[in-house]
């Protein structure tokens, strides 16, 4: 897959492949938790919990016992749960990642599984920006400000807060584009955020 196509493949399938070999097993975990959430509505509430914790595990909060228990727990209940196991369990995150999504999204019965593909494909960029350009972050850009900002919008979720995000980094000197551009994107952004895991030094 080349540059171009990344940004205008509309298919999660062949967009992942792309990131085989390139992307982190906690990025990979986090994007799937996310296409989960788009569908929170239809996973019963039993089973919300496993991505919950699929979530702290990726980013080293919970531990594996804590996982396998909360796996324990779900099994036996509703098919939704498949996508939550796939993004914390399976071998091949990568496949996993986008069937996992998918198989949830079947497994409610609605008519149209596609519908979900092109919010995937929004949450993918968002997660992993550009992997054919990465960005680097200045040092200087790092104040007291834009580190707090960053760490609360994470941890509260608050991804509305995104464009403030932006002028803080303006103000601290950020002169990069893509940086800039991504945080005043209205579109989609959740944990995983590539803008937000670079100024956090998460991968």
């Given at each position: 897959?080349?540059?171009k196509e990344w940004?205008?493949?509309?298919?999660?399938?062949?967009?992942?492949?792309?990131l085989?070999?390139?992307?982190?097993?906690?990025?990979?975990?986090?994007f799937?938790?996310?296409c989960?959430?788009r569908?929170?509505?239809?996973?019963?509430?039993?089973?919300?919990?496993?991505?919950?914790?699929?979530?702290?595990?990726?980013?080293?909060?919970?531990?594996?016992?804590?996982?396998n228990?909360?796996?324990?727990?779900?099994?036996g209940?509703?098919e939704?749960?498949?996508c939550?196991v796939?993004?914390?369990?399976?071998?091949?995150?990568?496949?996993?990642?986008c069937s996992?999504?998918?198989?949830a999204?079947?497994?409610?019965?609605?008519?149209?599984?596609?519908?979900?593909?092109p919010?995937?494909?929004?949450l993918?960029?968002?997660?992993f920006?550009?992997?054919?350009?990465?960005?680097?972050l200045?040092?200087?850009?790092l104040?007291s400000?834009?580190?707090?900002?960053?760490?609360?919008?994470?941890?509260?979720?608050?991804?509305?807060?995104?464009?403030?995000?932006?002028?803080?980094?303006?103000?601290?000197?950020?002169?990069n584009?893509?940086?800039?551009?991504h945080?005043?994107?209205?579109?989609s952004?959740?944990?995983?955020?590539?803008?937000?895991?670079?100024?956090?030094?998460?991968?």
């Amino acid at each position: 897959m080349s540059e171009k196509e990344w940004f205008r493949s509309r298919n999660p399938t062949h967009v992942l492949d792309c990131l085989e070999g390139r992307a982190s097993d906690r990025k990979l975990r986090l994007f799937t938790c996310a296409c989960c959430r788009r569908i929170w509505n239809v996973i019963p509430n039993e089973n919300r919990n496993i991505v919950e914790v699929a979530e702290r595990y990726a980013d080293g909060i919970d531990n594996e016992q804590t996982l396998n228990d909360a796996i324990t727990k779900m099994i036996g209940g509703n098919e939704a749960h498949v996508c939550a196991v796939g993004a914390t369990t399976h071998s091949d995150s990568r496949k996993v990642a986008c069937s996992g999504a998918w198989n949830a999204r079947c497994a409610t019965a609605l008519p149209n599984i596609d519908v979900e593909s092109p919010f995937q494909i929004a949450l993918l960029h968002d997660i992993f920006g550009n992997p054919f350009h990465p960005v680097s972050l200045d040092p200087s850009w790092l104040t007291s400000t834009v580190v707090a900002l960053a760490e609360g919008i994470y941890q509260g979720r608050t991804f509305d807060r995104m464009p403030i995000l932006a002028d803080a980094l303006q103000d601290a000197g950020c002169d990069n584009d893509d940086i800039l551009t991504h945080c005043r994107d209205v579109g989609s952004h959740v944990r995983g955020c590539w803008v937000v895991d670079l100024i956090l030094g998460k991968g």
